[in-house]
């Protein structure tokens, strides 16, 4: 595939563990196995989450895994003037309003918003973001989308119904993720976008913002994430382990067997570059397990 341009994209609020270097090297592995180019970008545009130093940690991790992305990184916090562009567009197709709803109305709606601060509800129509308000994209009734899912198969959503008018600025005044991973994987020209599936969710979303913006639409690929033993994700809210700095091919080999692969018994113990030049060469997506991955120790 010659016009293959996949991309890795962590937030930086703490170091890859096990379950991002899998997510990562699913992605890797489908750019190189298809001859394509794969990207890095650094979604640092929430500081309140973000831990000082964690991306530089990750590139360190990265490379230390033998994971070498093309090009420079690209990092979010440098592309604010693109979002704010894109903010200005959708608000001249009059799509946009500020929101105003509480936390605790919002906990109360399960995740799908009703429309409340609708113009023409309960505040003026003008795009006036106060303070303490979010802004919400409008999402039409039956705004049906679908897509083929390169690891999952066939994809539907109703996006009134699975999440209504969303945020795309928050309250405290930063883009919102669904906006900002839009926007950028259209301008890094990602043909393939392959991640965890705890994003399928935020697909349709994105796919909406692509359309409504008339940007490059990428194809979406989403691996079953690793769950730790209590069945949880592994993340760094469950306390997952930063991955160990020796031994990286053990790292490698054990998310390659968790990606359905299974090394020749005299691979074991290489170098990163040759499991990974291994790894590229016989890679396909139809032996990604299709259910939850479970590690009993992640560390
Ligand atoms: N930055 C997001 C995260 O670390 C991933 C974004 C994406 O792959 O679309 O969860």
């Given at each position: 595939?010659?016009?293959?341009?996949?991309?890795?994209?962590?937030?930086?609020?703490?170091?890859?563990?096990?379950?991002?270097?899998?997510?990562?090297?699913?992605?890797?592995?489908?750019?190189?196995?298809?001859?394509?180019?794969?990207?890095?970008?650094?979604?640092?545009?929430?500081?309140?989450?973000?831990?000082?130093?964690?991306?530089?940690?990750?590139?360190?991790?990265?490379?230390?895994?033998?994971?070498?992305?093309?090009?420079?990184?690209?990092?979010?916090?440098?592309?604010?003037?693109?979002?704010?562009?894109?903010?200005?567009?959708?608000?001249?197709?009059?799509?946009?309003y500020p929101c105003q709803c509480?936390?605790?109305?919002?906990?109360?709606?399960?995740?799908?918003?009703?429309?409340?601060c609708?113009?023409?509800?309960?505040?003026?129509?003008?795009?006036?973001?106060?303070?303490?308000s979010a802004i919400r994209?409008?999402?039409?009734?039956?705004?049906?989308?679908?897509?083929?899912?390169?690891?999952?198969?066939?994809?539907?959503?109703?996006?009134?119904?699975?999440?209504?008018?969303?945020?795309?600025?928050?309250?405290?005044?930063?883009?919102?993720?669904?906006?900002?991973?839009?926007?950028?994987?259209?301008?890094?020209?990602?043909?393939?976008?392959?991640?965890?599936?705890?994003?399928?969710?935020?697909?349709?979303?994105?796919?909406?913002?692509?359309?409504?913006?008339?940007?490059?639409?990428?194809?979406?690929?989403?691996?079953?994430?690793?769950?730790?033993?209590?069945?949880?994700?592994?993340?760094?809210?469950?306390?997952?382990?930063?991955?160990?700095?020796?031994?990286?091919?053990?790292?490698?080999?054990?998310?390659?067997?968790?990606?359905?692969?299974?090394?020749?018994?005299?691979?074991?113990?290489?170098?990163?570059?040759?499991?990974?030049?291994?790894?590229?060469?016989?890679?396909?997506?139809?032996?990604?397990?299709?259910?939850?991955?479970?590690?009993?120790?992640?560390?």
């Open positions: 595939m010659a016009d293959y341009i996949g991309r890795f994209a962590p937030s930086p609020t703490g170091p890859l563990h096990l379950g991002s270097l899998y997510a990562a090297l699913a992605s890797y592995l489908d750019a190189r196995a298809n001859g394509g180019q794969w990207l890095l970008r650094m979604e640092d545009i929430d500081p309140p989450r973000e831990v000082p130093g964690a991306a530089d940690t990750i590139l360190h991790q990265l490379e230390h895994h033998g994971l070498y992305w093309d090009g420079p990184a690209l990092y979010q916090s440098q592309r604010l003037a693109a979002y704010q562009q894109a903010l200005l567009t959708l608000s001249e197709m009059d799509l946009l509480n936390r605790a109305r919002l906990r109360s709606l399960n995740h799908v918003y009703d429309g409340y609708r113009p023409g509800r309960s505040t003026p129509t003008a795009l006036n973001k106060s303070e303490g994209i409008q999402v039409p009734v039956g705004y049906e989308i679908y897509w083929h899912d390169i690891v999952q198969g066939q994809c539907r959503s109703d996006l009134r119904q699975s999440t209504g008018d969303f945020i795309i600025m928050r309250r405290d005044g930063l883009f919102a993720y669904q906006l900002a991973v839009s926007i950028d994987d259209a301008y890094q020209g990602i043909s393939h976008v392959i991640r965890g599936d705890d994003l399928l969710d935020s697909t349709p979303r994105q796919l909406y913002l692509l359309q409504k913006l008339g940007l490059q639409i990428p194809s979406y690929g989403h691996v079953p994430v690793i769950k730790n033993n209590q069945g949880t994700k592994l993340s760094k809210q469950t306390f997952a382990p930063a991955l160990p700095s020796s031994a990286p091919g053990t790292s490698i080999e054990r998310c390659l067997a968790l990606l359905g692969m299974s090394l020749p018994s005299d691979a074991a113990g290489a170098p990163v570059e040759q499991l990974l030049q291994w790894a590229s060469k016989h890679w396909t997506r139809t032996q990604i397990p299709l259910s939850s991955v479970q590690v009993i120790d992640p560390s």
